[in-house]
């Protein structure tokens, strides 16, 4: 699964290991926003001109720009998060995000290149916790003062059968 | 999700980054010890006035105190997996225990609070590896020597639909 | 479960922590080169006298050497690689593992040995995320310049009811 731009580069590992780090803390409170349904707040993760995809890994591997979510900008995540917050119907749930084996890929030009893994669980009321989709971020982070943002998130995920109509955050 | 105690204070990084990985050495043996059976040893990670609860994250969200399970003090603990091991009758099973997302919240008089993502597997004789629970704890790590104790753990889980009858430790 | 060689060892803290790092560096990459399908690549990272071992807990418990993958050797893991891609039968599928709360046991002798929670999700054509096993890595590692490299890999396994007849590296 080759993306452009997130070609491995050799890194110095002390570099790599601290940026890991702050990647690590990046994935937590972001992971912690969307499991806590603070909808509001997931757009601050990303920077103004940002990419925002969702996309199935057979799509990526076929050279498919195909995806679920494909949102420009950070308007776009605000408007998106009003939508599911205030005109979307569906079954309430609790979700939980898992993040694990962060690469630091290449950096250069003030751009963090990285790959993690994700799981998300699902939890509908009354009902057990479930796989609902995982996949790997592919995400291009920028610096802002010591706060990292996130240029480009694409989410590929594995799951083909996942619930096609509610495309919540990932 | 508010829990009194557990808001989020800005730390120094490097601080926090430091406090984050013994807090995962610490999950690491925590985990390792429940999910080998040693329950004899799993009250030594807990100090001698400590509180042990685990809670549904509903009741949790609407204020409520009810529990799953509310122990104080290492002697209820130890009381606890005498009964799990002798008295208790169940199938038997394996549990394995991911950890991640690690938080530091806050620091302060001795005590460290931190939260982090829990999910649990579980296995049955002759079935296949099912998600047991999944869901948060919020932990009060105090220092003695170098090791971190536990003075509270709250198990928060998303998973409302699990064997009630058969509380384990988390 | 004891395996010998895999005792603990009282550790320097900052030592077990830098390697403790060390080793998520490598599971990452591991993991990312079975997830991707890339097997050609994954006897690298192994030694030439290596021995990787696939083989369920109960029976590491009952001091059986019983296993549903032995291998012994740079060779045979080759063999292997070649066979799954080119003469066996199988329907597609993705593969993402997961690594959790990775141990340092020992070190000494130019070996480190350490402990990992690996859980291995498996996605087939039109078909759901589901976990194919989980278990834990005991790990043999030697030092090749900067690099680490199994010597030993033993994979065990909680989940009793996988498909034995199709044995992917784990």
Redesign the interface.
């Known amino acids: 699964?080759n993306i452009a731009g997130y070609e491995i580069q050799a890194l110095e590992?002390r570099v790599?290991?601290e940026v890991?780090?702050e990647i690590e803390?990046f994935?937590?409170?972001y992971?912690?926003t969307l499991d806590?349904g603070d909808l509001d707040d997931w757009p601050g993760f990303f920077t103004d001109d940002c990419l925002y995809l969702i996309t199935a890994?057979e799509n990526v591997e076929a050279g498919r720009p195909l995806g679920l979510v494909w949102a420009e900008g950070k308007n776009m995540l605000r408007d998106r998060a009003y939508a599911i917050k205030n005109t979307m119907m569906y079954a309430p749930r609790?979700l939980?995000?898992?993040?694990?084996?962060?690469?630091v890929l290449n950096m250069g030009g003030g751009q963090i290149r990285a790959?993690s893994?994700y799981?998300l669980?699902q939890?509908l009321?009354?009902?057990?916790?479930?796989?609902h989709?995982?996949?790997?971020y592919y995400d291009t982070f920028v610096k802002q003062g010591?706060r990292l943002l996130l240029k480009e998130r694409r989410c590929v995920y594995?799951?083909?059968?996942i619930a096609n109509d509610l495309a919540l955050p990932v």
């Open positions: 699964m590992t790599a290991r890991r780090a803390d994935h937590n409170e992971c912690n806590l890994r609790y939980q995000h898992f993040t694990s084996n962060v690469k790959r893994n799981l669980l939890t009321v009354e009902g057990p916790t479930t796989i989709q995982a996949g790997r010591s594995d799951t083909t059968l």
